[in-house]
């Protein structure tokens, strides 16, 4: 069978890591040249044009309206410079004030009044009171500044409508502040003028030093005056004018830039919406997807082909392999056709099978050979972790010691009361371990289960890893309750002998006094009679 121009049979020839590299050539050139050029290049190019664009509406709004509170300071400052304005004579007002507000319909009023709130001079007939206006955000500032004052958003007293009021300083001929001009402006009609034409899915929200929303774009009647939505928090707080993703108060998501308007601590957050920023950006990924997919297939259907030359072999010494992990040590490899390196590996995997059988029976010899050694040196072998607990016990530890290996493992030696050693006795033992020290002989008496008590000696020597590493310890038992009840036998025999040995010299020395006195009391009468 041929597949194109090329028979097929070569493609099994061929090393394995010749076909890893076809593969790879054949899959990943083509799938990351085309992600990398379609979605790294194009969308990152897309993306950086729309962040632009919504911080050129940002600041575009931001320009607008610092340029219109430049206008309107000169304007203040023209009408503060009157002299009927300076001369802040309710009875004699100066007609500008009716004729502006009559000009500019965003202006609710225009008030002149003197610091104390008298000489009131504005649009409305009805007046404003002290109390009122300095209840108004940007008053209190406005009375100690030397130039104009953008207070935050408020309901205007008298209109009843939400508004912005600006102060300027009235000042008299020595340059010193005698009153205040104040002009509150409609923020509704202020939005509506300078957000009225923004593009398509827009939204331009802009909020005073307080947090609270001054202009909106859209509903600004329900929006004007309350805080920035939760979801919005973070931007407008942000210190920076970069710009951010946020789903706005009517589910939108869209991507915001936050701009300043230094003239008034206001900020401007633009958002246009993502579906829309991100339109062109989202058209190439997709074609990059669609693109990368052909590609793609048409690669895996390459990659199958090739594969199949690289399985086939492969399935062989998987099934060899489980066999062998089932018990099925006689298994080996068989191959028909395969690569070169994976025809190797079948041999080198067929000759570890035969090690491994040949090591096994090595290993069972060994193991016989120590289990005889141990049998013949010891009762029973132990094994401790680094931390001196039993983790394995083999041999006739019951009946060496009278506690099964289950009441050992997992404890210290320790832990198991012991008739004959003292707290000093094991604190010298604990020392001789942890200074990594052999020990031999080691005398424990226990009371077994069954109420007998039993003599242990042990010995032990401490275990390292490759790296040098402490692992704990291993060592051997051995029974000596028989040989300590002779010893105790032999002494209580020594101390027994030893006791009739007193008893016969105090026997002796008692028949010696008395064979004394009597031969004096039989002498002493005849050496009387000699004298």
Not at 54 to 62: I, M, N, Q, S, Y
Not at 496 to 518: N, P
Request: a neutral charge.
């Amino acid at each position: 069978a041929r597949w194109g121009c090329v028979p097929v049979w070569r493609f099994s020839r061929l090393s394995v890591r010749a076909q890893l590299m076809l593969l790879l050539v054949a899959v990943l050139i083509p799938v990351l040249g085309v992600m990398l050029y379609h979605l790294a290049h194009g969308r990152q190019a897309a993306r950086a044009f729309a962040h632009e664009r919504v911080r050129l509406l940002a600041h575009t709004a931001a320009g607008g309206l610092g340029n219109l509170l430049r206008d309107h300071e000169a304007v203040l400052k023209r009408i503060a410079q009157r002299p009927m304005v300076m001369a802040l004579d309710e009875q004699a007002c100066d007609p500008i004030i009716v004729e502006f507000v009559k000009l500019y319909p965003e202006f609710t009023n225009l008030v002149v009044q003197d610091l104390a709130g008298r000489n009131d001079c504005s649009y409305l007939s009805q007046k404003i009171t002290r109390e009122q206006l300095s209840g108004i955000p940007g008053y209190h500032d406005a009375i100690t500044r030397s130039m104009m004052t953008v207070g935050d958003a408020a309901l205007g007293p008298l209109s009843g409508r939400w508004i912005s009021v600006l102060f300027y300083p009235v000042r008299d001929s020595q340059g010193q502040t005698t009153g205040l001009i104040s002009l509150p402006m409609d923020l509704v009609q202020l939005g509506e003028r300078m957000l009225g034409s923004l593009p398509q899915g827009a939204l331009v929200v802009v909020l005073d030093k307080s947090g609270k929303i001054l202009l909106r774009s859209r509903n600004a009647h329900t929006w004007i005056g309350r805080p920035v939505p939760v979801e919005m928090t973070h931007l407008a707080t942000s210190q920076t004018e970069g710009s951010a993703l946020a789903i706005s108060a009517d589910g939108v998501q869209r991507l915001f830039a936050v701009a300043p308007v230094e003239r008034a601590g206001w900020s401007v957050l633009a958002g246009v919406p993502v579906e829309d920023v991100f339109a062109d950006a989202n058209s190439a990924f997709a074609s990059g997807i669609l693109l990368a997919l052909g590609i793609l297939a048409l690669a895996l259907g390459l990659a199958w082909r090739i594969g199949r030359g690289i399985v086939r072999p492969i399935d062989a010494l998987s099934l060899a392999a489980s066999h062998v992990a089932d018990g099925q040590t006689s298994t080996r490899v068989q191959l028909d056709s395969a690569p070169r390196e994976l025809w190797a590996v079948a041999q080198q995997f067929n000759h570890m099978l035969d090690a491994r059988e040949r090591a096994q029976a090595e290993l069972r010899e060994s193991e016989e050979r120590f289990r005889t050694l141990a049998r013949l040196s010891s009762d029973w072998y132990w094994e401790q972790d680094a931390d001196y607990r039993f983790v394995r016990f083999d041999g006739r530890v019951l009946d060496g010691t009278g506690i099964p290996s289950e009441g050992y493992v997992g404890k210290t030696r320790w832990e198991l009361p012991a008739l004959n050693l003292t707290p000093d006795d094991w604190a010298r033992h604990r020392a001789l371990l942890d200074a990594r020290q052999e020990f031999r002989h080691f005398e424990i008496l226990r009371l077994g289960h069954d109420g007998t008590e039993r003599w242990g000696a042990v010995s032990g020597t401490p275990i390292f890893d490759a790296s040098g590493r402490f692992c704990g310890y291993r060592g051997g038992g051995t029974d000596i309750t028989e040989p300590k009840r002779l010893e105790q036998e032999r002494l209580r025999m020594s101390l027994h002998i030893e006791e009739l040995s007193r008893r016969m010299v105090q026997a002796q020395e008692e028949i010696r006094r008395r064979f004394s006195r009597e031969l004096h009391d039989r002498t002493s009468p005849n050496l009387a009679a000699l004298r």
